[in-house]
């Protein structure tokens, strides 16, 4: 059978125009501002809305909304592979807080978000997910200090967590009865806040606080994906940061401390870790690493350090090179979070507080262009490590922060 050409065309015309209906109806979703179907449930009954406790910063994200960013009073949500593999990444963000005089809790009785088990292995479900998400809200609700998420997984899987709730009547049913046999409520914040958004809302104040002096310093950003790929529009967007096309917030404390950005063209890849291929193909992940991230960058770019801001992307950018430099590959830059290296320009110690003997890649080229002598901070860290084996202290003392 023939089809006219008037049908075929007619056919054409409206297959386009239901893709762009479909592309206006996802356009929207991802614009929507979720909120007012947040303050509904809580209308309703449904879950206790935990506000963004005053002062707070207002900061945009990628289509326009602003966000709220608390300045005090969070409760750290830690990551379990930053305590157990860049001990680090923790203790600066915590010591800058300090430095900066910052209310805050460290909680003893948070649990692990398991998003291990929602992104490598789905071996759990759905109401269990968001049960964790919800017992860790609550947890916080209860002491009065608002959620800080140290993990960018975590801060992924707590979104894409709360989208699930907002849509589902039935799972917000199912994991409300779980929190009741927990005797605890069915929270929601009012805004899920990564540590890095938190950075980037006081990078001003951070500046204010610099001692060393990292205009010589150039620097490589990879922006970690389960920041700002899942759940795209609750990521912090800035016009002055690559024109907005790009989320702004590790580069824009770098550029406030005054280091400079370069560009590399795989900025938008993963860093390898994927979670499920760390798992299955170690191999791969390492591999992608070192060649599609880290010798691009000293390719296109020459870095003396390279910044992110979640715990798998410090790991893998770092720990991948060692198998790397085996094989003679063009590899060698110094990995750490912009919050390590927000510390070191407030002058904190690289050792005692930084913990920068946990990472891999040689990072002492990078100290001595900061001005560090690293030498003498490693005398002065065996020194007190020596100290607490002879039980003279409980812990390593900061420097410049009453511990």
Known sequence: MTIPVEALL??????????RDAELAAGDAKRRDFHEELFELEEKGEWIVQRVPEPYVEVPTKYGRMKKVPKQMMWHHKSCGQCGHIPGY????????????????????????????YYASATSNAAAQAAVAGRNFAAAYETGYFPLIHCGTSYGHY?????????????RKEVREIMKTLGKPLVMPEEIVHYSEWFYAMKDEIAKHQVRDFSDIAVTVHPACHYYKLVEQDAIYDPDVYGGQRTAIVSGVATALGAEVRDYSTWFDCCGFGFRHILVQRDFTRSFATQRKIEKMKEEANPDVTLTHDTGCVTTLDKSQFAAQAHDRNVGVPVMSEAQFAALAMGAHPYKVCQLHWHSADYRPLLEKMGIDWRAAWAEFEAEVERLEKGEIDFLTWADVDA
């Open 10 to 19: 007619k056919k054409k015309e409206n297959k386009s125009r239901f893709d």
């Open 90 to 117: 923790s203790t600066s963000i915590f010591w800058v807080q300090r430095k900066l005089g910052v209310d805050y809790n460290d909680p003893t009785d948070q649990t692990s978000c398991t998003a291990w088990n």
């Open 159 to 171: 979104k894409e967590v709360r989208e699930e709730l907002l849509l589902h009547g039935e799972l």
